[in-house]
């Protein structure tokens, strides 16, 4: 189906507040993040969506929810304060159903994170111990990490990376947003000899990291 995108019959104001309209009905109908290119379909030429999306921003500023960039796209998301509440009504928060990661899966999905790509081997010799298959194996169900390229090392193991999604359920845009390493260790939320020795508190992964992301963000 075609659309007019230009709507040069409308005024710069009236065009401007449809592209609004049509991006922000756009992410609210997709289940997840959308991309430049998707939402470029629906507007003009001369649009700036990036001004579009400050626009509908500001618009949000007082509702219970927010655009976010995430995973190389924009969705609609609760803001973090209403998560107690909407736990109150739903018993589970949103995006949160998955598994919850055991200490040990929470690790090696922070190294992976970190070091990516990375072998297997790799990741054991990380950890002075064996990495197991079944382990790796609950992180690529969850689609938090999948195959990387193929290593230069004997035998041309595979490496693991992260995925989109990893991206969507850290609220990160980009893995450019991961906290320095060095800066965790400064705050005291990370240390290769703590890595080292699982002396990280599961919750590290999906609560202190992500309150760090956030005053970095």
Not at 35 to 64: F, H, K, Q, Y
Not at 191 to 216: F, V
């Amino acid at each position: 189906m075609l659309v007019d995108t230009e709507l040069e019959h409308l005024p710069p104001e009236l065009r401007w507040r449809e592209w609004m309209g049509r991006v922000e009905a756009v992410i609210f109908a997709a289940s997840e993040p959308v991309s430049r290119e998707v939402l470029a379909r629906v507007v003009g030429r001369s649009c700036n969506l990036d001004l579009v999306i400050d626009d509908i921003r500001a618009e949000l500023a007082g509702r219970p929810y927010e655009l976010v960039a995430v995973a190389g796209g924009w969705q609609h998301r609760t803001k973090k304060a209403f998560g107690d509440v909407i736990h109150a009504a739903f018993g589970t928060a949103p995006g949160q159903g998955a598994k919850e990661l055991s200490q040990s899966e929470a690790l090696v999905l922070m190294c992976i994170a970190y070091f990516q790509p990375i072998t297997r081997g790799e990741l054991s010799s990380f950890f002075g111990k064996e990495v197991s298959r079944d382990l790796i194996g609950v992180l690529r169900a969850q689609d938090l990490i999948a195959s990387g390229p193929r290593s230069p090392q004997p035998g041309a193991p595979y490496t693991y990376v992260t995925t989109k999604n990893f991206l969507s359920q850290f609220g990160l845009d980009t893995l450019r947003q991961l906290p320095d390493f060095e800066a965790l260790e400064d705050a005291g939320l990370l240390s290769k000899e703590k890595l080292l020795a699982g002396d990280i508190p599961t919750g590290l992964a999906a609560d202190r990291l992500e309150d760090e992301l956030q005053s970095n963000a």
